[in-house]
């Protein structure tokens, strides 16, 4: 993968949401090989529920496209001076869904974990209850989902699935794909938009940052990889 190729992997995916893009908050800089989005702030929001994550990235315009249901992309890619890849994200934020759980259902579940010696369950479970009464908020069932690329990683793989800010849960891949593939990977969770044809997916397939991993838990077929 080269910036040249990041950057058509990012307009065939501005190509494929415009009907449903709300703002486009893209940025790429040519002298700096660098795809971003406007005023980024880098990392990641921790520990915090996810619905407060959401507005929080939300009204700070962390976003490349605000798509038209209220959730949201992230894609940035940054190549070194020799035109190879250093660091990269892709996330997807979905619009916050309320669950039919209520506050009895998890003070039950919290109830359980004590029942279980599972005392960091109960913890969790009932500061969350004081948060959710405090702010007047139901819960919810989503949380944002992201891959990520470390070139000088060493406590982790370089490249991994993971989901919220759960850094205990990686999922290691020996590939980092190009935006358009990742899109697809969430479109079950897009609304009114086509699904992305693996026809369509030839300029993605042949143009991946491929890894030297060939045991880790997701892995690609790569036809030309560089």
């Known amino acids: 993968m080269r910036f040249a190729h990041a950057k058509q992997g990012l307009n065939n995916v501005v190509q494929h949401l415009s009907n449903i893009t709300q703002v486009n908050n893209t940025l790429v800089h040519g002298e700096k090989r660098l795809i971003t989005w406007q005023e980024r702030v880098p990392g990641i929001v921790k520990r915090v529920f996810y619905p407060l994550e959401y507005q929080h990235l939300l009204d700070s315009h962390q976003y490349s496209l605000l798509l038209a249901d209220g959730s949201f992309f992230q894609f940035f890619y940054q190549f070194d001076d020799e035109d190879r890849l250093v660091k990269a994200r892709l996330a997807f934020y979905p619009k916050p869904v309320g669950t039919r759980e209520s506050m009895e259902d ?53 490249s991994h699935l993971q989901f919220s800010g759960v850094h205990n849960l990686r999922l290691p891949a020996g590939f980092f794909p190009q935006p358009l593939a990742f899109v697809q990977l969430c479109e079950s969770l897009l609304y009114g938009v086509n699904p992305v044809a693996d026809a369509d997916l030839g300029f993605e397939k042949n143009h991946p940052l491929t890894l030297n991993y060939p045991k880790q838990i997701i892995s690609l077929s790569c036809l030309n990889p560089e």
């Open 106 to 158: 998890i003070y039950c579940a919290a109830e359980d974990a004590v029942d279980r010696d599972n005392f960091d369950i109960y913890e969790y479970l009932y500061n969350w209850i004081e948060l959710m009464e405090l702010k007047g908020q139901n819960p919810t069932n989503t949380s944002h989902l992201r891959f990520d690329y470390d070139r000088d990683a060493t406590a982790h793989t370089p």
